[in-house]
């Protein structure tokens, strides 16, 4: 079961109401549909509206196969900063990573960090030649994750993982991406970005 939150309410309603605004355009221009000055301005300003108030919404529950790339600083950091603002919380796979976003005024308690892949055997992917003992703790390292993950309250927030692209451990996270779904109880979201460089543009 998934529930909208008070603010992904207020934004689909209001976006509603941009619309219905548009709609009366429309139907004042019929059938050459020619835009006055005033109108294409009104036109622009409704447009832009809609824009802002469902950008948070597409980002929390548009699928994995409709994600974009994020490349722009300001634009990864203002979609970031709303995507927590709605009751998401964030998981990552480094600590690193977990600086760069409270540096950009993230709040630490909303970020889950992996440290790693899901699992012993894609750590083994990563780096082969791990000893016992090291595997060991590994084990007890995704253990804690999985009890963490599960602990969580779910009701009220939803999960976005944010990822490089060409690192080794997000891609194995991404193929297990439906481990993590099924722990909270729904879809986790996606969030790729080219570098984890680009919020210190």
């Known amino acids: 079961m998934k529930n909208l939150n008070s603010e992904e309410v207020k934004a689909l309603l209001a976006a509603i109401d941009d619309l219905i605004d548009i709609k009366v355009i429309i139907r004042e221009i019929v059938p050459n549909y020619n835009l006055s000055e005033t109108m294409y301005q ?28 994020y490349e722009d600083s300001e634009d990864i950091k203002s979609t970031l900063l709303k995507l927590v603002k709605n009751n998401m919380k964030i998981l990552i796979s480094a600590n690193s990573s977990k600086k ?11 970020i889950i ?4 892949p899901l ?5 083994k992917i990563v780096n082969p030649n791990l000893s016992e003992k090291a595997l060991e703790n590994i084990n007890k390292k995704c253990k804690s994750l999985i009890r963490q993950l ?8 939803n999960l976005t993982f944010i990822y490089e ?6 891609t194995l996270i991404i193929k297990k991406i439906d481990i993590i779904s099924n722990i909270i109880g729904k879809k986790v979201n996606t969030f790729e970005l080219k570098s984890w460089d680009d919020l210190e543009n």
């Open 42 to 69: 009104t036109f622009l300003s409704k447009l832009e509206s809609l824009h802002q108030k469902l950008k948070p919404v597409f980002s929390a529950y548009l699928s994995t196969e409709n994600k974009r790339v």
């Open 100 to 110: 760069k976003l409270k540096s950009i005024g993230i709040d630490p308690r909303n």
């Open 113 to 116: 960090v992996s440290g790693g």
């Open 119 to 123: 699992s012993v055997e894609d750590y």
């Open 150 to 157: 599960d602990n969580e309250n779910w009701s009220n927030y």
């Open 165 to 170: 692209k060409e690192n080794i451990s997000d």
